[in-house]
């Protein structure tokens, strides 16, 4: 049977870790640490702002063509990470869009695999226009 224990402190930490390492490798355009962050695979996707990566060479060619600098994010506003188990966490991020009244989203889902580690199997970041109505 699976493990699916919420949120283990230690699975957290690291997946906290990696996803830290992931924004800086943005702003850094170090394209080895967006490339291993993730999944080498045709089925992993990335929809973004300006692309819709169908797998990991069309995520990986994106990559190469993006300048770097601070990107589309001005501000974190909330940053929430789930983990089940030991090798299945999502991470969302709401942040202000850079020079924009818009609030941006980032959700990631994240996967440990035994032969490389944790990787990014499935990414989306959009943005709408207006702060969401307070619940």
């Known amino acids: ?7 283990i402190p230690e699975v957290v930490a690291e997946v906290r870790a990696l996803f830290e390492r992931y924004e800086q490798a943005l702003i850094d355009k170090n394209v080895e640490v967006l490339d ?13 702002f300006h692309e819709h ?20 994010k001005e501000r974190r506003i909330r940053l929430e990470i789930l ?15 850079r020079g924009q009244d818009a609030i941006g989203r980032q959700s990631q889902t994240w996967v440990r695999f035994p032969d490389v580690g944790w990787r990014v ?7 709408m226009s207006a702060p969401p109505s307070p619940t």
């Open 1 to 7: 049977m699976m493990d699916v224990t919420v949120n």
């Open 36 to 48: 291993a962050t993730f999944w080498d695979s045709p089925h992993t996707i990335r929809y973004a």
């Open 53 to 72: 990566g169908y797998g990991f060479a069309q995520i990986h060619r994106h990559r190469v063509a993006r300048p770097p600098g601070p990107g589309t």
């Open 83 to 97: 983990t089940l188990g030991r090798d299945l966490a999502t991470v969302n991020l709401e942040f202000k869009v």
């Open 121 to 127: 199997v499935s990414a989306h970041v959009s943005a």
